[in-house]
């Protein structure tokens, strides 16, 4: 079992970067996929993007893609998600998660969750 703790949220202003921290507790498989999530106040947990440990394989939710940025540093076992020209749609909980499945973008294939950190964007 390994256990998953974001960092990094915070409150911010309209067109500010942020960058969020995943540690996990071990190192993990090499085809172990982190992914991220988030969730605004009365919506759908909504994927944002996802990175295999082993590789630079990402990929990113239409949406979301030349914003956000999936890096990994093996070393500290940590997954980061690098977010830019923020909005206030971007106000949500944010999440990152494990699956064995490559490719995963739906809530119901990862397995392992973090706490959540809140990222809130003013106007």
């Known amino acids: 079992q390994v256990q998953l703790v974001e960092s990094g949220g915070g409150l911010v202003q309209a067109g500010d970067s942020l960058r969020l921290s995943c540690a996990a507790s071990?190192?993990?498989?090499?085809?172990?996929?982190m992914g991220w999530f988030r969730q605004a106040p009365g919506k759908e947990r909504e994927f944002v993007g996802a990175?295999?440990?082993?590789?630079?394989?990402?990929y990113y939710a239409d949406s979301l893609k030349g914003r956000f940025t999936i890096s990994r540093d093996l070393a500290k076992n940590t997954v980061y998600l690098q977010m830019n020209n923020l909005g206030p749609e971007d106000t949500a909980v944010y999440y990152c998660?494990?699956?064995?499945?490559?490719?995963?973008?739906?809530?119901?294939?990862?397995?392992?969750w973090g706490q959540g950190t809140q990222v809130t964007v003013s106007s």
């Open positions: 998660a494990a699956s064995s499945r490559y490719g995963a973008r739906r809530y119901a294939e990862y397995g392992y």
């Open positions: 071990r190192r993990t498989s090499s085809n172990i996929v």
């Open positions: 990175s295999t440990w082993s590789s630079e394989n990402r």
